[in-house]
C-alpha cells in the first residue's frame, strides 16, 4: 500500500528536478556569456523551422498505429495459419511491425523536412 504513495511523488520529483535543472543551467551559461560581452542575439534562432512540430508528430503516430494494426493482423494470421502459440504470435508481430512503421515514419518525417526547406 505504501510503494503506491511514494511513487507518483518521487517520479513528479524527478521530472521537476530535471526541469530546473535545465532551466538554472541554461540561465547561468547566458549570464556568463553576457557577462563576457557575446550578442544577445546569439540565444535565438535567426533560421525558424519551417516544418510544424504536430505535422511530424501526426505523421508518426499515424504510421505506427497502421503498424501495430498491421502487426495484430499478421500476429492473428500467424496464430491460425502457423499455429504459433499466441502469447509468441501477438507481442512479436505487434513489436516489429511497430519497430518498422517508427523507422519507415523517421524517413517520411526526413523527407517532408527536406520538402519544405
Known sequence: MGSEVIIMPAILGV???IYYL??????KERLALIEKGADASIFFSSKKSLTPTWKVLV???AVLMMGIGLGIFIGFMMHRVFLLPEGVAFPGTIFLVGGISLF???FLTKKLVEKEH
Not at 22 to 27: L, Q, V
Open 15 to 17: 521530472v521537476f528536478g
Open 22 to 27: 535545465y532551466i538554472s543551467s541554461r540561465n
Open 59 to 61: 505523421l508518426n503516430l
Open 104 to 106: 519507415s515514419g523517421f
